[in-house]
């Protein structure tokens, strides 16, 4: 799915009981939390969330977070 995110929001923390997740930011940038740990996620990255994870993302930068999200349930 093809999704945006203004900044300032977020999607919040949840856990992938059974699917794992791809996210590639197209335009933008993303902070993920996967267990604990954060990350930043630019243009042309991938974020990985496995099956039994938790994440998060929030759009902290001043331009829309453009990206697409992959869900595959497992």
Request: negative net charge; proline residues 1%.
């Amino acid at each position: 799915m093809l999704s945006t995110l203004e900044k300032g929001c977020s999607i919040g923390h949840h856990i992938h009981k059974t699917s794992s997740e791809i996210i590639y930011v197209i335009e933008g940038e993303a902070k993920c939390v996967l267990d604990g740990k954060e990350e930043i996620v630019r243009a042309g990255q991938c974020h990985y969330c496995p099956k039994g994870a938790c994440h998060s993302l929030r759009n902290d930068s001043e331009e829309i977070l453009v990206m697409f999200d992959v869900v595959s349930e497992q």
